[in-house]
């Protein structure tokens, strides 16, 4: 079992440009989560996806982020019109069914740098 | 929404030693208390978890502790050893998907 995967590991963008980081899930994992950890800080959810389907993007700021879990394919996490302060690890997890039931576990993260 | 306070943010204890991180949640409706290990540049991965209905659960040198009542929880390790360095999140959740994490310890175990 190859784990969460995500790509790319790093990711450098200017200002303005647009950021879209992939994460794959585990295998027969339907369920994904995207967190951000900003130096120096803990993990802030953003996101929870299921197939096709956007569960709670409580933690999504409103403007410039998206994100998908397409029915084929990896979710996308997409930042438009990057800004200095978008820097950050960004990590995705999955699990088989909701939490209490089921670990998350994480990918590697992308660590994303705006210059 | 949900509030996690971690303390101490730093810790260092001499190899062989126990060490002992507190958290605190604000929401008395959190059912689920996991824990994460984080090494430097790399993933979280869970060392351990309680549910709200056990007031402890224990894992070989790893034990977590939790009381309902004054909301906090507490990870335990004894006679730590080298590996043990890392950082540790604590991490509450009221529903079955959205964990609040926070702010992490950092722990160093001198040899």
């Known amino acids: 079992n190859a784990g969460v995967m995500q790509n790319p590991r790093h990711l450098v963008r200017r200002r303005g440009q647009e950021a879209r980081l992939r994460c794959s899930p585990m295998k027969g994992h339907s369920h994904v989560y995207w967190y951000r950890q900003l130096p120096e800080e803990g993990l802030k959810f953003m996101v929870y996806l299921q197939k096709e389907n956007i569960i709670d993007e409580s933690g999504m700021p409103k403007e410039r982020f998206s994100a998908e879990f397409p029915k084929e394919g990896p979710s996308i996490l997409r930042i438009q019109q990057v800004v200095r302060g978008d820097s950050a690890a960004y990590f995705c997890?999955?699990?088989?069914?909701?939490?209490?039931?089921?670990?998350?576990?994480f990918g590697p993260g992308t660590r994303l740098t705006v210059l | 929404g949900e509030n996690v306070e971690q303390h101490p943010s730093t810790l260092s204890v001499q190899e062989g030693d126990s060490a002992v991180i507190k958290c605190t949640y604000s929401d008395s409706a959190s059912n689920y208390f996991p824990w994460y290990k984080q090494e430097l540049g790399k993933r979280p991965q869970l060392i351990i978890d309680i549910r709200s209905n056990v007031g402890e659960k224990k894992d070989q040198r790893i034990a977590v502790t939790l009381n309902k009542t004054a909301k906090h929880f507490s990870l335990h390790i004894t006679e730590t050893q080298p590996e043990d360095s890392a950082v540790y999140f604590c991490?509450?959740?009221?529903?079955?998907?959205?964990?609040?994490f926070g702010a992490g310890t950092t722990v160093t175990v001198r040899a």
């Open positions: 991490a509450a959740s009221i529903n079955d998907y959205k964990l609040s």
């Open positions: 997890a999955s699990s088989q069914a909701g939490t209490i039931v089921n670990e998350q576990f």
